[in-house]
């Protein structure tokens, strides 16, 4: 249970070339620059704000994780085109209180109901900046295009991501520093701000376009906080560790159905398959080993083949007790009706051995 996946309760995208558009119920989140579009001289930019429950963090962080986390924003990317050699991008703390609202992206009449450009709430509600700025805030705009755009906090530990041409272009931010001044109340939970460092650059070579699921997204891959920490205990008894190889691994105390408010712990079961010839009572293959300190888990896709929790020899290590090796597993990060497999990972007499024996599992509605 080391891995926590918390989903926003809202997000929404503002975009300089429609400043009262509101697209809260898109299924795109968009960090963009675009040169010349629509017969507009000025470049445009568009950034996206995303929110999640302060409560659920705090319940999270006083009742399930113990001791230090870490915590990442991700973000799984839609489309991706016209890219610079590098691309970084930059996630603050907004400091203003926003309204998602119900639009889509080009709704025809405009939808208005919420944050845009310029309104962080509504058409004709408050202006994101009126007059100077609050301490310790920031925007970034264009004297060329409507002011707005957001504000944020540029001293409260804000993340980035740089990326090349042929890099993973998911976004995966390090904000452990936010979460914990929210945790603190230092500044409020107004969510988060994404967006490109370098924008409003008039020039049609540079205009980088990002578009990333949302929260409306009818895909598998909404974004989320991943909530990372170490949860292994070792407590080994008499039990030995296997050191030799060839190695039989089982997984045991696995169901194969679970609804995504489950918790299991799984047992992994190892022992050498050739064992060394012994005079005994009882069977040898009654006696089970634990895996060496440095053996984890991932869990796959079946379907996509893609990494959902992927290997860590911090935060999904596993841990023994007297019985053998285990690890808990949260099913909350999980699409229900999806079949999914675990990976075991260790490292025998030397060789790093990944274990992957049809050790299936499913999430359903419940």
């Not at 004297?143 to 755009?149: A, L």
């Not at 991943?226 to 190695?247: C, H, M, Q, R, Y």
Request: net charge negative.
């Amino acid at each position: 249970m080391a891995v926590y996946k918390l989903f926003p309760t809202q997000d929404t995208t503002l975009y300089s070339m429609y400043p009262e558009m509101n697209t809260g119920l898109d299924e795109i989140l968009e960090a963009s620059l675009e040169v010349g579009a629509l017969g507009t001289p000025a470049p445009q930019a568009s950034r996206f704000l995303i929110q999640f429950s302060t409560d659920e963090m705090n319940d999270l962080i006083d009742n399930t994780i113990s001791g230090s986390f870490v915590t990442n924003l991700r973000c799984f990317v839609a489309n991706v085109s016209a890219l610079n050699i590098d691309t970084t991008i930059d996630v603050f703390p907004v400091s203003q209180s926003w309204n998602m609202g119900t639009g889509k992206f080009l709704n025809s009449p405009q939808t208005q109901n919420g944050a845009s450009w310029i309104w962080k709430d509504y058409q004709g509600s408050e202006y994101w900046i009126s007059g100077s700025l609050n301490t310790n805030t920031t925007a970034s705009y264009s004297s060329s295009v409507d002011t707005g755009g957001g504000t944020w906090y540029a001293t409260s530990g804000s993340g980035s991501q740089t990326f090349g041409y042929y890099d993973d272009k998911d976004l995966n931010i390090n904000i452990t520093t936010i979460i914990n001044k929210w945790y603190s109340s230092s500044i409020p939970n107004d969510g988060l701000i994404v967006k490109q460092r370098n924008e409003f650059v008039d020039d049609e070579n540079l205009q980088p376009k990002l578009k990333y699921f949302s929260i409306d997204t009818h895909t598998i891959y909404p974004p989320y906080l991943e909530f990372k920490w170490d949860d292994s205990i070792i407590v080994t008894g008499s039990l030995s560790s296997i050191t030799e190889n060839p190695a039989v691994i089982s997984l045991g105390h696995n169901p194969g159905i679970f609804t995504s408010q489950s918790i299991n712990k799984f047992r992994v079961n190892a022992r050498p398959e050739y064992p060394a010839r012994t005079f005994s009572t009882s069977s040898y293959f009654t006696t089970n080993y634990y895996l060496p300190e440095s053996s984890s888990y991932a869990v796959k896709d079946l379907d996509t083949n893609e990494f959902v929790i992927d290997f860590d020899d911090t935060y999904t290590k596993l841990s023994m007790d007297v019985s053998g090796s285990y690890f808990s597993l949260n099913m909350n990060g999980m699409q229900a009706e999806r079949y999914y497999k675990i990976l075991i990972k260790t490292s025998i007499d030397g060789n790093v051995m990944i274990f992957d024996d049809n050790y299936y599992f499913k999430i359903i509605n419940g």
